[in-house]
């Protein structure tokens, strides 16, 4: 019975989504935040979530929609162009009303090897990105640590937990609030290439940050948009 509930609510929240991609699969970022109301946003994001897409379902389970997702949007759309304009080498992905930034050897984000500890490369570029959250300080943050398939799984788990909760500590020393913050080890288990190739490898050992709107915000662009 538990599989049926779940799987007829899959197809019932698949068929808002689908109807709201359809009316703004031409829209920019900030207006794909009308696409999805809060509550088939908040199932569809519990039921892409889970264990080992937990970004995506922040994401989609943070949207709000209707007006106010619009003008968070907007936040977003002005919040990833500054990201991207200090760090060139990071992958900014907007999605529904919030971003996903991946951060790998691309970026110059990088740990002393086999350790949790963040390079001077590292900190020096992640103390630009500081500046970007502390003026948008209405976001919260989840930071989570991602490892390639070198070693044991246990072993890269612990790793990636590690990493992401070591990032968490420097953005706080740097003027973060913790209250902003959130952080999760995936281990490798989420793979964005195959490991087969050493470049596969630098790829997949990253940090993502997935920046979502806060509840200031929230209330904020309600109430800008007349919806409170």
Known sequence: MKHITILVLGLFISSLFLNSCTSIQNANSSQKGTGIGAAAGAALGYLIGGKDNRAAGALVGAAVGGGAGAIIGHKMDKQAEEIETVMPGAEVIRSEEGIQ???????????EFDSSDLTSEAQTNLNKLVEIL???????????????????????????????????????????????????????????????????????RRVEFTITANEDMINAAKQEAGEN
Not at 101 to 111: G, M, P, T
Not at 163 to 188: H, K, Q, Y
Request: proline content about 1%; glycine content about 8%.
């Open 134 to 204: 502390s003026r948008y300080a209405d976001t919260d943050i989840m930071i989570s640590g991602h490892t390639d398939s070198d070693g044991s799984e246990a072993y890269n788990q612990t790793l990636s937990e590690k990493r992401a909760a070591s990032v968490v500590r420097f953005l706080t020393s740097n003027g973060i609030a913790d209250a902003r913050l959130n952080s999760v080890g995936m281990g490798e288990s989420e793979p964005r290439v195959s490991n087969d190739t050493k470049e596969g490898k630098a790829q997949n």
């Open 101 to 111: 930034l991946i951060l790998d050897e691309n970026a110059d984000v990088r740990f």
